[in-house]
């Protein structure tokens, strides 16, 4: 029997050498393209030609000499000519590689795109380059970790993997198997259909999405027939798995993330959607219905009694729910708008109340575990209950208002829309740094949440400090109630620019010190920096903002002369008989942005929301990843300017 096995084994590389064997070389060693399977592991069959030896032959297949003599008991080192080499099939070793290479930002680059065309975390790409985190631009250099890792291509090691990627086919369709990670969007792309086609032909897909494993059909078309001839493993070879979550496109054989295509407004299918508001409609239904009369009971004593109100009831609307009816109110508009493209959606609208318990409940009987998006709640005591039901159902869920950003760290399937205090400092900072020859002025009261900011401050401003620039910055603190007035103006300098940053959001404070400062604008250069808390005061003197040339950085500014928001507060106007507020506006753009990109790329636009390009009312969005395991933080703000023209005008947007 061993010696049938060894005459098949010659017989069978005799017919390889026929078909397989390159021409031979004097200088260099031509690898073999005959593969054989003995004893379940993989070989090349390498026929010795005239010049080759043992040490190039080891260089050319990267297998030890050691490892080639234990597999050809035969060898020794001298070797000859025609003679057979079998060589095992293993993954390539690392090549020596630097530390850290540098990449030039190009037009069309993202944080995600290069960590999957180098092969890293996105992390790792922000833990070396802190600024990314925020947004990349066009010229910026990003310091790239280099990683070791095999890149013998996944074909090459199970030759059958092709053969059970497409496990069978009938006159309407292909199967597909679905690999760990997979998701619909993926197959979408993979294969040029829409997702309503995948899901026709798969109706379980609707309420759930892929399991490792599982056959799908695909429809046949001269698309996913040439698709399925085709190596389809080669475009995932070596993506790391906890960055092909937010591919966007393709994955092509470079390694290059094709931009996500358009494709339409989509008038076929419907998604579900539900926002989650505290409309304390058990206040308000019943508010102004009723009236307390003093009346006597059977014994003649007074009592306080609730009656039935008779005649006109006045409207009434519970004080603490009047910014979310103003937020149900943009809602309520958008999707008429959104109506009027042709893209269905099923809302339902929830009341949240301010009562997590009886949220939970609600959680329970509402049965939304098919739902597409989340938008709410808006309070941060109750994301909690609604983000964990999402993160369980993967569910994409929104947070429109709360600043606190724990509710995206572990869940990836949850955006932040309020950009939070870091960020905000962030690129207060960087506005601030681009303005040359400086004099900086800190004006505080001493509250603790004004010596964050100002320690955030610090920290962004010694960032920028270096030899050439140390003698140009001048950097003072003042308490504000310990300093007579000729101790303040000392800190001013004449004929140059004074940066005034104003950490308070007390309308006090604020009141008392611009009235100062107003004063000094006359003498000197004067340029304040001020909260986002500052556009809401009352009673303010507003000329001391436009005199100190006051500058505040705020996540929306409203362009009144854009013919949308023209177009919207006419609707307002006519629906609701007032004038709509910020919430009404922030309410609008949410439900747009989000419910074009759910119609556009399906439940799992989350991969391709960088490339929407969708005009918003009054605020911009740009999210970021928090971590490899986290959601979205959106990271863009406005930089407003009070100028001296009275006018109130966007001067920058970050990122830029």
């Known amino acids: 029997m061993k010696g049938f096995l060894s005459s098949l084994l010659i017989t069978f590389w005799t017919a390889s050498l026929l078909f397989g064997q390159v021409e031979p070389d004097l200088n260099n060693v031509k690898k073999s393209n005959n593969k054989v399977s003995l004893g379940g592991k993989p070989y090349y069959i390498h026929i010795v030609r005239k010049g080759e030896s043992l040490t190039k032959i080891s260089k050319a297949y990267q297998v030890p000499i050691d490892t080639l003599k234990k597999d050809n008991l035969h060898l020794n080192d001298s070797l000859k000519i025609n003679q057979y080499l079998k060589i095992r099939i293993t993954e390539n070793p690392p090549i020596a590689q630097p530390e850290f290479i540098f990449h ?123 698709h399925q001839n085709q190596e389809i493993v080669s475009n995932t070879t070596n993506i790391p798995r906890d960055v092909e979550r937010d591919h966007y496109g393709l994955y092509k054989d470079s390694l290059v993330i094709a931009p996500c295509p358009d494709p339409g407004i989509d008038k076929l299918s419907v998604y579900k959607v539900a926002f989650f508001l505290p409309l304390y409609l058990n206040v308000n239904d019943t508010l102004g219905k009723f009236v307390d009369i003093i009346t006597k009971d059977n014994n003649g004593n007074e009592i306080l009694e ?126 601030l740094n681009a303005i040359d020859t400086k004099n900086y002025i800190v004006i505080h009261d001493g509250n603790n949440l004004e010596q964050e900011y100002i320690s955030e401050f610090k920290k962004q401003l010694y960032a920028q400090m270096n030899s050439t620039n140390l003698d140009q910055i001048k950097y003072n603190e003042v308490f504000y109630y310990d300093a007579q007035d000729s101790v303040l103006k000392e800190v001013f300098t004449p004929g140059i620019k004074n940066i005034v940053i104003v950490p308070s959001g007390d309308q006090a404070f604020v009141t008392d010190v611009m009235g100062k400062l107003n004063g000094y604008s006359y003498e000197y250069d004067i340029t304040v920096f001020g909260q986002p808390r500052w556009l809401r005061f009352d009673n303010i003197e507003l000329e001391n903002f436009h005199n100190t040339n006051t500058h505040v950085f705020s996540n929306s500014f409203i362009d009144y002369s854009k013919p949308e928001v023209i177009d919207f507060v006419e609707q307002y106007r006519h629906y609701y008989k007032g004038e709509p507020d910020k919430y009404s506006f922030q309410a609008y753009d949410i439900t747009k942005f989000f419910c074009l990109a759910l119609n556009r790329y399906g439940r799992d636009f989350r991969k391709c929301q960088h490339s929407l390009n969708i005009p918003l009312l009054q605020t911009n969005f740009h999210f970021v990843p928090v971590s490899d395991q986290g959601g979205y933080q959106n990271t863009a703000i406005y930089m407003l300017e009070f100028t001296k023209d009275f006018k109130l005008v966007n001067v920058a947007s970050f990122p830029n």
Do not use: C
Not at 190 to 218: C, S, T
Not at 346 to 367: F, G, P, Q, W
Not at 387 to 413: C, M, Q, T, Y
């Open 306 to 431: 609730t009656v039935p109100r008779t005649g006109r009831i006045d409207d009434k609307i519970y004080s603490k729910s009047k910014i979310f009816l103003e937020f149900y109110q943009g809602i309520l508009i958008s999707l008429l708008d959104l109506k009027k493209m042709g893209i269905n959606l099923e809302v339902k609208i929830i009341d949240t109340r301010n009562d997590s318990t009886y949220l939970a409940e609600i959680m329970k009987r509402e049965h939304l575990e098919d739902f597409d998006l989340f938008i709410g709640p808006v309070l941060s005591e109750n994301l909690t209950v609604v983000g964990d039901f999402a993160w369980e159902h993967r569910i994409n869920i929104v947070s429109p208002l709360s600043l606190k950003s724990g509710f995206i760290d572990h869940n990836p399937f949850a955006f932040q829309v309020a950009p939070p205090f870091d960020i905000q400092m962030q690129h207060a900072s960087d506005f």
């Open 104 to 226: 030039t930002v190009v037009k069309g680059d993202t944080p995600y795109n290069l960590a999957i065309k180098y092969q890293v975390k996105i992390d790792e790409i922000y833990a070396n380059n802190p600024d990314a985190k925020l947004g990349i631009k066009i010229g910026d250099v990003l310091k790239i970790p280099v990683i070791k890792m095999a890149t013998t291509p996944r074909a090459l090691k199970d030759t059958s993997i092709v053969s059970q990627e497409v496990e069978a086919t009938d006159n309407e369709f292909i199967y597909h198997k679905v690999e760990k990670s997979e998701t619909i969007f993926r197959l979408t792309q993979l294969y040029h259909i829409k997702e309503k086609q995948l899901v026709k032909l798969n109706p379980e897909l609707k309420n759930r999405g892929l399991k490792e494993g599982e056959l799908i059909r695909i429809p046949k078309s001269p698309a996913t027939e040439s």
